[in-house]
């Protein structure tokens, strides 16, 4: 089993035991522009990653 | 990560201040710190009578929210811009800026641009130069023109707006690019008003990260519209935003001390001797009544005047 993250329409897949804030560097986005969620709870990006873990990433980046 | 405050979870890390809070003491860090700065910067005061300019999305409704929280009486400004497309984002934002007036019992106005000029801002941006490029700059200036008049008529004393920091330092950012010393003499967390037809603007949330406000709402349980415009895809200002975030990255507090000393360079009279700046007379706009400094109508007027015309003659 693997880790989901969920990023807008996008869902990728990454090893467990890791931290967030490595996984989310690894897929190439920028910590400073997500928030990351699991089961409706906010986390801090220095979680381990968990077998089954489905994290939302929530883009906080607005413009225009 | 455990709360620099308590000990439980953290939720959120604020790393330009080493600082990890639990989500009680997030809610309650947010809109102490919005108090500091609204007196810090001399924003409004209790007595005030308070515009809100609200977009449904995350920070100007999060703003209403701590307002409200921190006692302080405001009204919101909603100008609906009639944008639809694939996604329907007019429609969309009002409908959550609505449902936060009503669940809280406060009072929106709703301005739309389509009764008020007899076209939306695509439709004007389609039909003049101005806006062939991208709808942006008309929607600035019909957006602008329209929060100072209804601030205005309405005798409010304050238009707020929920421009965050990572908004601040983009705009600073492109500001300095450029070295546009009219703007950036312009650019601060208060912008004085002026009797002769100028409301006074502030922005209570000029001093935290887009990520905190984004934060606030998911704990808050704040719904706000997640989609962007269609027309803010390939912005200057998430560029620039990105641009910051990856020095962010590499050394946390870059994107705040950036804001911050150019404050203090300010305060310090960095940008004042700046020609520009000497204040061209201002009369009233000869349809609106606006304030402007041409002879004639101002730039709004003339704007959607060149639409009318395009319109007729189609
Ligand atoms: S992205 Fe452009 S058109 Fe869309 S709301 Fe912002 S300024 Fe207006
Ligand atoms: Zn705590
Ligand atoms: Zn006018």
């Given at each position: 089993?693997?880790?989901?993250?969920?990023?807008?329409?996008?869902?990728?897949?990454?090893?467990?035991?890791?931290?967030?804030?490595?996984?989310?560097?690894?897929?190439?986005?920028?910590?400073?522009?997500?928030?990351?969620?699991k089961n409706g709870e906010l986390l801090t990006d220095d979680e381990i990653?968990?077998?089954?873990?489905?994290?939302?990433?929530?883009?906080?980046?607005?413009?225009? | 990560?455990?709360?620099?405050?308590?000990?439980?979870?953290?939720?959120?890390?604020?790393?330009?201040?080493?600082?990890?809070?639990?989500?009680?003491?997030?809610?309650?860090?947010?809109?102490?710190?919005?108090?500091?700065?609204?007196?810090?910067?001399?924003?409004?005061?209790?007595?005030?009578?308070?515009?809100?300019?609200?977009?449904?999305?995350?920070?100007?409704?999060?703003?209403?929210?701590?307002?409200?929280?921190?006692?302080?009486?405001?009204?919101?400004?909603?100008?609906?811009?009639?944008?639809?497309?694939?996604?329907?984002?007019?429609?969309?934002?009002?409908?959550?800026?609505?449902?936060?007036?009503?669940?809280?019992?406060?009072?929106?106005?709703?301005?739309?641009?389509?009764?008020?000029?007899?076209?939306?801002?695509?439709?004007?941006?389609?039909?003049?130069?101005?806006?062939?490029?991208?709808?942006?700059?008309?929607?600035?200036?019909?957006?602008?023109?329209?929060?100072?008049?209804?601030?205005?008529?309405?005798?409010?004393?304050?238009?707020?707006?929920?421009?965050?920091?990572?908004?601040?330092?983009?705009?600073?950012?492109?500001?300095?690019?450029?070295?546009?010393?009219?703007?950036?003499?312009?650019?601060?967390?208060?912008?004085?008003?002026?009797?002769?037809?100028?409301?006074?603007?502030?922005?209570?949330?000029?001093?935290?990260?887009?990520?905190?406000?984004?934060?606030?709402?998911?704990?808050?349980?704040?719904?706000?519209?997640?989609?962007?415009?269609?027309?803010?895809?390939?912005?200057?200002?998430?560029?620039?935003?990105?641009?910051?975030?990856?020095?962010?990255?590499?050394?946390?507090?870059?994107?705040?001390?950036?804001?911050?000393?150019?404050?203090?360079?300010?305060?310090?009279?960095?940008?004042?001797?700046?020609?520009?700046?000497?204040?061209?007379?201002?009369?009233?706009?000869?349809?609106?009544?606006?304030?402007?400094?041409?002879?004639?109508?101002?730039?709004?007027?003339?704007?959607?005047?060149?639409?009318?015309?395009?319109?007729?003659?189609?």
């Amino acid at each position: 089993m693997t880790v989901r993250m969920i990023l807008r329409k996008k869902v990728y897949e990454v090893k467990a035991g890791m931290t967030i804030r490595d996984a989310i560097l690894k897929l190439d986005i920028m910590p400073e522009s997500v928030l990351p969620v699991k089961n409706g709870e906010l986390l801090t990006d220095d979680e381990i990653l968990k077998d089954g873990d489905e994290i939302r990433l929530v883009a906080v980046i607005s413009g225009g | 990560m455990k709360c620099r405050k308590c000990d439980n979870k953290a939720v959120i890390n604020m790393r330009q201040h080493k600082l990890a809070l639990c989500s009680h003491h997030y809610l309650s860090w947010l809109p102490e710190k919005t108090e500091h700065f609204i007196t810090k910067y001399k924003m409004f005061d209790r007595a005030d009578r308070i515009l809100v300019a609200v977009s449904g999305g995350k920070d100007s409704l999060v703003l209403w929210d701590v307002l409200q929280q921190l006692g302080y009486e405001a009204d919101g400004l909603y100008i609906d811009l009639g944008i639809d497309g694939e996604y329907a984002y007019s429609e969309e934002s009002k409908r959550y800026s609505d449902e936060f007036a009503n669940s809280n019992n406060l009072k929106l106005i709703v301005a739309e641009v389509t009764k008020m000029e007899g076209a939306s801002i695509l439709k004007a941006a389609s039909l003049t130069h101005r806006g062939k490029d991208k709808p942006c700059s008309i929607c600035g200036l019909t957006k602008r023109h329209i929060m100072n008049r209804v601030g205005f008529e309405g005798n409010y004393d304050v238009l707020v707006t929920g421009h965050n920091l990572d908004d601040e330092a983009a705009l600073l950012f492109g500001n300095a690019l450029n070295w546009q010393v009219g703007y950036l003499a312009r650019q601060g967390p208060v912008l004085d008003g002026n009797p002769n037809g100028f409301i006074k603007r502030a922005k209570p949330f000029c001093r935290f990260y887009e990520r905190e406000t984004a934060a606030y709402s998911l704990l808050r349980g704040i719904d706000y519209i997640y989609e962007e415009c269609p027309s803010a895809v390939g912005a200057k200002s998430i560029y620039f935003k990105e641009i910051l975030n990856q020095m962010e990255m590499d050394r946390p507090g870059t994107k705040l001390q950036f804001y911050l000393a150019f404050l203090r360079a300010k305060e310090n009279g960095a940008f004042t001797s700046d020609p520009g700046l000497i204040e061209t007379p201002l009369r009233k706009c000869d349809s609106c009544g606006q304030p402007t400094s041409s002879p004639d109508e101002c730039a709004y007027c003339r704007m959607w005047g060149r639409v009318r015309e395009r319109m007729e003659a189609n």
